[in-house]
């Protein structure tokens, strides 16, 4: 493996795996965000439901995301071994810390891109694969921080544009189900079933995107670690 990871590979990795396994990504993504979808479409001008809404936003997109990176680890040897329900069930005791470390970055990134946009890329794109060092390396929330810019040394314009592409398909897509929502959607329960939908097709990319970069680093780390040193040979007694 070289020393570099390509865009266009990432990309095509994430894809496969994508169409691969929609089975499971879609289904589970699917009833994860409908209860947010749910709380958005019925939380009006509360400010309670509106906050719970955004809690159970948070749980359910860091379950995702934790669902989605041992999905990725359980096909690195070709199949997928495990079910949807183990596959998720494996992710729930990360979700203190991936929620820890993700209200953290977003915080951070969130100021980065307010004050002068380019901190905020620059932290967005260092820490992209805190979520899979959290839950494969079992790292602590603070560590995950610094072994996420580790891993990302010297590959960062790559993962930054796997990144950007990513958000575009994210953002269209979401566009393109808002626009068919305004049109045919005159309810609440429409413009709900629409929300879901979208985030249904939409998650599984920026999950895989995250996962499917923190392989391939680490494929590049172990290329780059240097060969452990060997004794020279003794010459045998005379």
């Known amino acids: ?34 209860v947010v ?40 040897d070709g199949q997928r071994d495990f079910s949807a329900g183990e596959l998720l069930s494996s992710a729930t005791p990360f979700i203190a810390p991936l929620i820890g470390a993700g209200i953290l970055a977003g915080i951070a990134i969130g100021i980065g891109l307010f004050l002068l946009i380019v901190p905020g890329l620059f ?19 603070m560590a995950a921080f610094g072994r996420s810019r580790e891993l990302v040394k010297g590959n960062g314009w790559p993962v930054f544009g796997a990144i950007v592409v990513a958000f575009v398909i994210v953002i269209v897509g979401g566009l393109v189900f808002g626009a068919i929502a305004a049109g ?13 939908l979208a985030s249904t097709i939409t998650a599984p990319i920026s999950a895989l995107v995250a996962a499917v970069l923190y392989y391939r680093l680490r494929g590049v780390e172990s290329v780059a670690a240097p060969a452990p040193a060997v004794d020279p040979p003794v010459p045998p007694a005379v």
């Open 37 to 76: 979808a749910i709380l958005n479409g019925i939380a009006g001008s509360s400010l309670i439901l509106i906050l719970l809404a955004s809690v159970v936003g948070i749980a359910a997109g860091t379950l995702y995301q934790g669902t989605v990176v041992n999905l990725v680890r359980d096909v690195q």
């Open 184 to 196: 045919i959607a005159d309810g609440p329960l429409l413009r709900i079933v629409f929300s879901a």
């Open 1 to 34: 493996m070289n020393k570099k990871i390509d865009v266009g590979g990432t990309l095509s990795e994430v894809f496969s795996i994508y169409g691969a396994n929609a089975g499971v990504l879609l289904p589970v993504a699917f009833w994860l965000f409908l």
């Open 123 to 141: 932290l967005l794109t260092i820490w992209a694969v805190i979520a899979p060092v959290i839950v494969v390396e079992k790292s602590p929330v």
